[in-house]
């Protein structure tokens, strides 16, 4: 049976920690309370050095290296935050960092993880063959290999995350985590079994990580490994899925309502609020936000997604006669329903079998799924046929 992480382990790895690691601030989220019906707390670890709590836990088992294994440097295998966070803890403890990164990486992680001060190896393929070539060099060069979640001392070190729950929300009722590998909520568990054994400890996963296609890529992790399981089976008391477009109306609640950008890992316990997942749970909730490193291009289109589910954007296709005004009319419709343009596409050419016909394609802004209906009334009314 793995050996769990106690709770003097977390402590030292705060002792560890001091003046690397941020205490993460508190943010009340009175959107997210008044959906929730309890108080929502957000724990905002998208704050942190590196913009994510894998500093935590790459600095404990950094610290932890003899004079000689620090000599010969550190290796990890990432996408992304746990790349940033052994490229920062490798510096600030003297040794020398090499991550290999998928070559499709988004590219402001990789350069964030060179400006750390990390060598970077672009490696082909999946992040299974990053980890194969990571594995491959570290042992051709006595490199010591950083796991982002499978190891105790890792584990640990996220657990301070925990350390600073028990002082800050002494109330807690619930605290709930993004799950990938686990690290995370298996060291928070750690820490607040011990501290605090009546909070209610919960995962959130990606519905699609188990097949490696979720936005959230920080938690695009098919299954927890095996420590980090052994701790989630002790500690957890439930594991629940989010689809990616809850995710995305999560990322567009945070940013507008709460002012926090997070990216779509750190925002899938926000998701579980939104989907009424927490509705049994006691309060307050704490919702820890893990990160908030995301593609600026990605970040563009999760919004997109994110406001198309809250029903604050929609898009049709029609046929207009081919005819002077026909466009003018239907537009005249939208403007009397009170619809924003946003984009049109007019095409003369290229409407098969209907020679007197014209595709329009239009993307307008709307003021939620109400109004979509009452725009879809007003256009049948007119005799207009909706894609």
């Known amino acids: 049976m793995a050996e769990l992480v106690t709770l003097d382990d977390v402590r030292a790895a705060a002792v560890r920690l001091s003046g690397v690691a941020l205490r993460t601030p508190i943010e009340e989220s009175r959107a997210l309370s008044e959906l929730a019906g309890v108080p929502v707390l ?6 942190q050095r590196t913009g994510s709590f894998k500093i935590r836990g790459a600095c404990n088992r950094i610290a932890q290296l003899s004079g000689e294994q620090r000599a010969r440097g550190v290796a990890c295998a990432s996408a992304g935050n746990h790349a940033q966070g052994v490229a920062l803890s490798a510096r600030l403890a003297g040794t020398r960092a090499t991550v290999f990164m998928p070559q499709g990486a988004p590219l402001p992680k990789v350069e964030a993880t060179r400006a750390y001060g990390a060598e970077v190896v672009l490696v082909p393929g999946t992040f299974e063959d990053s980890v194969a070539a990571c594995a491959a060099w570290a042992a051709a060069n006595g490199a010591e290999v950083v796991p982002p979640f499978e190891h105790p001392d890792v584990i640990a070190g996220q657990g301070t995350v925990g350390l600073e729950l028990a002082e800050q929300v002494p109330e807690a009722g619930t605290v709930v985590a993004a799950v990938g590998g686990g690290g995370l909520l298996a060291g928070v568990a750690a820490a607040l079994r011990a501290l605090r054994p009546d909070v209610r400890l919960v995962g959130v996963r990606a519905a699609r990580a188990a097949h490696g296609v979720t936005m959230a890529d920080g938690i695009a992790v098919r299954e927890p490994g095996a420590l980090t399981s052994a701790h989630l089976r002790a500690y957890a008391d439930r594991m629940i899925e989010v689809s990616d477009e809850s ?6 609640l945070l940013a507008e309502r709460a002012k926090q950008m997070v990216e779509p890992a750190g ?43 809250e029903g604050r954007t929609w898009a049709f296709r029609t046929h207009l006669p081919d005819r002077p005004g026909a466009l003018s009319a ?3 419709v939208i403007g009397a329903a009170g619809a924003n343009v946003v984009a049109v596409e007019h095409h003369r050419y290229g409407v098969r079998d209907e020679f007197d016909q014209v595709e329009v394609y239009l993307e307008l802004e709307t003021r939620g799924h109400d109004h979509i209906a009452q ?11 909706l894609e």
């Open 375 to 385: 725009l879809r009334a007003a256009l049948a009314a007119d005799g207009y046929a």
């Open 42 to 47: 957000l724990k905002c670890e998208h704050l």
């Open 247 to 252: 995710i995305a109306r999560a990322v567009l």
């Open 267 to 309: 925002a899938a316990p926000a998701a579980a609020v939104l989907d009424g997942a927490l509705a049994d749970l006691p309060g307050p909730i704490v919702l820890i936000l893990g990160g908030g490193n995301v593609d600026p291009l990605l970040l563009l289109r999760i919004l997109r997604s994110g406001m198309g589910e």
């Open 330 to 332: 239907l537009l005249g």
